[in-house]
């Protein structure tokens, strides 16, 4: 009988160290799986925070490449260096990042249809026609590029955009397919008429007859928002303020020159795009000083732009900044103004928008 209670007192023993060694092993690989969860976690952390470095380390190069344009020239063109990714490739290889990388890319801001200036500032009542007509145009090139698109007349939506934009909520509205706040109330959820400048892009889906299709741009179909931008508000002296609705000719993607042009000569808004384009030996060849220098291009010296719509400078950019590492990556969009420093005399850049995704 005790050779029994001695084997099994062994037995039990066996089993506890078994049961404390299987305990042990659970809790040391629950510690080790939680060991490792932070390691990645704080590895995650620490390299979301030096993407956000490295992308606004992109953003102030480029500020400083546009401030050290500004001092060498008086006009913005493709031709510089801020539009040159091989320049902007060097100025990035001044940055050092251990790993990872950073890319960049600029483009103004005043290459793009100033939605405000569709309206007559400071008044705020009546169309700026030739912004309307600008407009029609270009909605009228999108449509005809897009099967799904065809349906939608642009008058209805330029006097949505109008109405969405002016000052006159009480008056009737633009047309006959206008809408003002009577028309947003009675939506699912209702909404207010703007009844003023937009100050973001996207708030455009919120008007009548602008769809997200026509909106958003998808893969290499581009839409509005490819070729529109809320800036280039400016003073109007006491305390009001306009929008000129300038383009800048010399950096306007070809369906902005389309637009531009009177509809019977918008062929040759390509032989306009392609001249200012020209180069011999790798270096540009035709001055874009001038405005006018359109009329230089072959075959288009009788064509007449309105001298209201254009200019050869600008002082609003937009920036890009995509930063990777470890697989990882974030994009840091930024609009800045190039502006004169009252106290120093120097130019700097403003940020007038910063986003991150």
């Known amino acids: 009988m005790p050779i029994e209670v001695f084997n099994n007192n062994r037995g039990i023993a066996i089993l506890i160290t078994l049961t404390i060694i299987t305990i042990i092993i659970t809790a040391s690989l629950e510690l080790h799986r939680k060991m490792r969860f932070a390691a990645v976690s704080t ?43 091989e320049k902007i490739n060097e100025l990035l290889k ?16 005043l290459a793009r249809i100033q939605v405000n200036a569709l309206v007559k500032y400071p008044e705020g ?17 999108l449509f005809s590029q897009d099967e799904s698109l065809k349906e939608i007349e642009p008058t209805s939506v330029i006097n949505s955009v109008k109405d969405w934009l002016d ?25 207010s008429c703007r009844n003023g400048p937009i100050d973001h892009l996207g708030e455009l889906v919120l008007i009548k007859g602008i769809t997200r299709d026509l909106y958003q741009s998808v893969g290499e179909m581009f839409r509005i928002s490819r070729y529109m931008t809320i800036y280039g508000i400016t003073s109007a002296g006491k305390n009001t303020f306009t929008y000129k ?79 990777t590492l470890n697989e990882m990556e974030t994009t840091t969009v930024a609009v800045v103004r190039r502006e004169n420093d009252k106290k120093t005399g120097k130019w700097m850049c403003r940020v007038l928008s910063w986003q991150t995704e």
């Open 125 to 141: 009542r009546d169309f700026n026609e030739s912004q309307r007509i600008m407009w029609d145009r270009l909605l009228r090139l």
């Open 245 to 323: 609705g300038k383009i800048n000719i010399n950096t306007a993607e070809l369906p902005v020159l389309i637009a531009l042009l009177p509809s019977e000569n918008e062929d040759f808004a390509l032989l306009i795009f392609n001249y200012r384009q020209e180069t011999t030996d790798s270096k540009y060849i035709n001055d874009l000083s001038d405005p006018a220098w359109y009329k230089n291009a072959p075959g288009c010296s009788d064509i007449q732009i309105d001298p209201g719509l254009i200019t050869a400078s600008s002082d609003l950019f937009r920036i890009e900044s995509t930063a």
């Open 167 to 191: 000052f006159g909520d009480d008056d009737a509205i633009t047309g006959l397919n206008g809408a003002e706040s009577e028309y947003y109330q009675d939506l699912d959820p209702p909404y």
């Open 94 to 109: 001044d940055i050092p990042f251990e790993n990872g990388k950073t890319t960049l890319t600029i483009s103004d801001e």
């Open 43 to 85: 590895a995650a952390a620490r390299d979301r925070v030096t993407l956000t470095h490295m992308a606004s380390s992109g953003i102030n190069a480029a500020m400083a490449m546009l401030v050290k344009d500004k001092n060498e020239s008086t006009i913005d063109s493709i031709q510089e260096d801020w539009a040159n990714s």
